[in-house]
T-cell receptor, first 117, second 111 residues
């Protein structure tokens, strides 16, 4: 079956512009996550959606970052007034959340490489 | 807070050499532990996982044992191949849904 897909694969933007990144999770997966991977660093958690519950936004680095998800489908991560330090690969993951515990496997998309000039 | 520490790379080996990539963690509660791999030009893939103490995860010849007493989850493979060249990430999940990752270890295997 299809895996997690993300678009665009690459995005180059100018400082101060807004960008939208899209994630299509695996069909049937109720949980969706966004992470950021800066060059040479590990992945940083940004935000987590589970069904219709309120999202966990604890990892968002500033109020310029926001994300939406409609039901259990597509999610959009929006970065307003982009800064050069926002340059990174943004990864989306989904999981089935069947066990409700820490054992769930998260399946990652290929990422969107964002470059802010 | 929760954290994962991995050995810095790159790790450079010849084909058929033995591989160890060290991973230690700090966590509240009882985390699940994961190794993810990122091959060149590809997305992050789960390599193996262990969900409780003394569990051994294994896949594609790689193994890692969940050691609660030493808070470690070292990745091993008896004989590496050129195709194993990738970046390996150790991660944990304590049940608060987010994965906490180490910084990654690049493995380079030469023929």
């Amino acid at each position: 079956g299809a895996g997690v897909s993300q678009s665009p694969s690459n995005k180059v933007t100018e400082k101060g512009k807004d960008v939208e990144l899209r994630c299509d999770p695996i069909s049937g997966h109720t949980a969706l996550y966004w992470y950021r991977q800066r060059l040479g660093q590990g992945l940083e958690f940004l935000i987590y959606f589970q069904g219709n519950s309120a999202p966990d936004k604890s990892g968002l680095p500033s109020d310029r970052f926001s994300a939406e998800r409609t039901g259990e489908s597509v999610s959009t991560l929006t970065i307003q007034r982009t800064q050069q330090e926002d340059s990174a690969v943004y990864l989306c993951a989904s999981s089935s959340r069947t066990s409700g515990r820490a054992t769930d496997t998260q399946y990652f998309g290929p990422g969107t490489r964002l470059t802010v000039l | 807070g929760d954290s994962v520490t991995q050995m810095e790379g790159p790790v450079t080996l010849s084909e058929e050499a033995f591989l160890t990539i060290n991973c230690t963690y700090t966590a509240t509660g009882y985390p699940s532990l994961f190794w993810y791999v990122q091959y060149p030009g590809e997305g992050l893939q789960l390599l193996l996982k262990a969900t409780k103490a003394d569990d051994k995860g294994s896949n594609k010849g790689f193994e890692a044992t969940y050691r609660k007493e030493t808070t470690s989850f070292h990745l091993e493979k008896g004989s590496v191949q050129v195709s194993d060249s990738a970046v390996y990430f150790c991660a944990l999940n304590t049940g608060f849904q987010k994965l906490v990752f180490g910084t990654g270890t690049r493995l380079l295997v030469s023929p």
